[in-house]
């Protein structure tokens, strides 16, 4: 049988959550879906980043950024949700911190306000379905972006 | 009613479902319905207006939508609880969303509202005035039956 020794780059490899301190990732999940903040929860705690809060619509994702701030690395925004929508969300979290590092969430269909994200100020942008290996890349890409 | 506007819907299906749940998954024989048909029991709507109105429907018994929520999320679920049904919620916008970027692309305009699911037994569904065509999809964990009526707007 192998054991973990058998695999010692892999067993070695510190995890991507994690900041050159050792100290994770600070995120904020912001989508109205229970499902889909479940999935970027799992895929990111997986790698030690710390989901430091969730929201469920635009409005609690500005306030949650609020209280949350300076102590948030990055936000996943949904672009579809009630009360207040992720562009709305993400143009108030920029005016507020024009620093801020926010990744769309998008289903497809929606490459308008996609774009329209981008020119806000959105660092990045995620097509659903969802995967690992699509996240972890968008987030990482987008976290050592300077 | 036009097979053109129920192609995108099956296509996306068929392309969700093997991204989201890696099995194979075959396509049935189309029907067509005019009159009141039940429905199988965990529903997701969606509706249409614009160039083009209507609703689809994303059916499947309750068994099939507790498995494939439990792929979806990587665990067991054993009953179709409020994850379950957020899950369905999701398999639906992804399905609806791929579909509509299709008939955009052909010229279609018309906006979406977000799904909603309904559950329950012995539910029946009636569309006045427009048929229904159905698609079922077979799959190791039951069947979805892609129900669309669509009818162009005068």
Same mark, same amino acid.
């Given at each position: 049988?192998?054991?973990?020794?058998?695999?010692?780059?892999?067993?070695?490899?510190?995890?991507?959550?994690?900041?050159?301190?050792?100290?994770?990732?600070?995120?904020?999940?912001?989508?109205?879906?229970?499902?889909?903040?479940?999935?970027?929860?799992?895929?990111?705690?997986? !790698?030690?980043?710390?989901?430091?809060?969730? $929201?469920?619509?635009? #409005? /609690?994702?500005?306030? %949650?950024?609020?209280? *949350?701030?300076?102590?948030?690395?990055?936000?996943?925004?949904?672009?579809?949700?009630?009360?207040?929508?992720?562009?709305?969300?993400?143009?108030?979290?920029?005016?507020?911190?024009? !620093?801020?590092?926010?990744?769309?969430?998008? $289903?497809?269909?929606? #490459? /308008?306000?996609?774009? %329209?994200?981008?020119? *806000?100020?959105?660092?990045?942008?995620?097509?659903?379905?969802?995967?690992?290996?699509?996240?972890?890349?968008?987030?990482?890409?987008?976290?050592?972006?300077? | 009613?036009?097979?053109?506007?129920?192609?995108?819907?099956?296509?996306?299906?068929?392309?969700?479902?093997?991204?989201?749940?890696?099995?194979?998954?075959?396509?049935?024989?189309?029907?067509?319905?005019?009159?009141?048909?039940?429905?199988?029991?965990?529903?997701?709507?969606?509706?249409?207006?614009?160039?083009?109105?209507?609703?689809?429907?994303?059916?499947?018994?309750?068994?099939?939508?507790?498995?494939?929520?439990?792929?979806?999320?990587?665990?067991?679920?054993?009953?179709?609880?409020?994850?379950?049904?957020?899950?369905?919620?999701?398999?639906?916008?992804?399905?609806?969303?791929?579909?509509?970027?299709?008939?955009?692309?052909?010229?279609?305009?018309?906006?979406?509202?977000?799904?909603?699911?309904?559950?329950?037994?012995?539910?029946?569904?009636?569309?006045?005035?427009?048929?229904?065509?159905?698609?079922?999809?077979?799959?190791?964990?039951?069947?979805?039956?892609?129900?669309?009526?669509?009818?162009?707007?005068?």
């Amino acid at each position: 049988m192998k054991t973990k020794q058998d695999f010692p780059n892999i067993n070695q490899r510190p995890p991507d959550g994690r900041k050159e301190s050792g100290k994770p990732y600070r995120v904020l999940i912001v989508d109205d879906s229970m499902f889909v903040t479940k999935q970027i929860e799992q895929i990111l705690t997986s !790698e030690g980043f710390d989901v430091a809060a969730t $929201a469920e619509n635009g #409005q /609690d994702g500005l306030e %949650k950024y609020k209280e *949350l701030y300076p102590n948030v690395d990055l936000v996943t925004m949904d672009i579809t949700m009630p009360v207040m929508d992720g562009v709305t969300s993400l143009e108030k979290i920029i005016e507020f911190d024009k !620093e801020a590092k926010i990744i769309m969430i998008s $289903a497809l269909g929606k #490459q /308008d306000l996609v774009k %329209k994200s981008l020119l *806000l100020g959105a660092k990045n942008y995620i097509v659903k379905p969802l995967d690992r290996k699509k996240v972890l890349e968008r987030v990482l890409m987008t976290l050592k972006k300077q | 009613m036009r097979v053109e506007y129920i192609n995108p819907f099956v296509e996306a299906a068929f392309s969700v479902l093997k991204e989201v749940l890696r099995i194979e998954i075959k396509r049935g024989e189309l029907y067509l319905k005019s009159v009141s048909q039940p429905v199988l029991g965990v529903t997701a709507i969606v509706g249409l207006a614009g160039d083009v109105e209507g609703r689809v429907l994303f059916d499947m018994g309750e068994a099939t939508a507790i498995k494939i929520a439990s792929a979806m999320n990587g665990e067991l679920m054993k009953k179709f609880d409020d994850l379950a049904k957020a899950t369905i919620t999701e398999l639906a916008n992804m399905i609806t969303a791929q579909a509509v970027t299709k008939l955009h692309e052909l010229g279609f305009e018309f906006d979406l509202t977000p799904p909603a699911i309904f559950t329950g037994d012995n539910m029946e569904v009636t569309d006045t005035g427009i048929e229904a065509l159905i698609v079922p999809i077979e799959m190791e964990f039951g069947k979805i039956e892609i129900n669309v009526a669509i009818r162009e707007k005068n």
